[in-house]
């Protein structure tokens, strides 16, 4: 496993920050953030190929189509409750209980 990825947001080369900067005199270019892999805490989430939430965004905004095709969502997700509590509180909010002895097969 290498110890570092290259961010994946398709406009990280052109964010212009100083730490982007590589290259000799005459010759700079901005290049894409490495991302080092040294935690756990990283390697287990969007944040090892990402170095920012803009670069996070770029990529949804430019491959979302791409992805709800790879995983289109059929049938509606479920999650079971017990009967809903009218609260005697001045708003007068629902008491929502997740019901943890009925399973369901979606989700």
């Known amino acids: 496993m290498t110890d570092y990825n290259w961010c994946h947001g398709p406009e990280c080369h052109t964010k212009h920050t100083q730490d982007r900067i590589r290259g000799v005199k005459g010759s700079k270019v901005l290049r894409t953030r490495k991302i080092p892999q040294s935690s756990h805490y990283i390697r287990n989430s969007v944040w090892s190929h990402f170095c920012s939430q803009g670069c996070y965004t ?46 369901n097969g979606v989700g």
């Open 58 to 103: 770029d990529f949804m905004h430019k491959h979302w189509e791409e992805q709800i095709r790879l995983h289109p969502r059929t049938e509606a997700l479920e999650t079971p409750i017990l009967n809903p509590e009218r609260q005697d509180d001045y708003w007068r909010r629902l008491k929502i209980t997740v019901d943890n002895t009925r399973t």
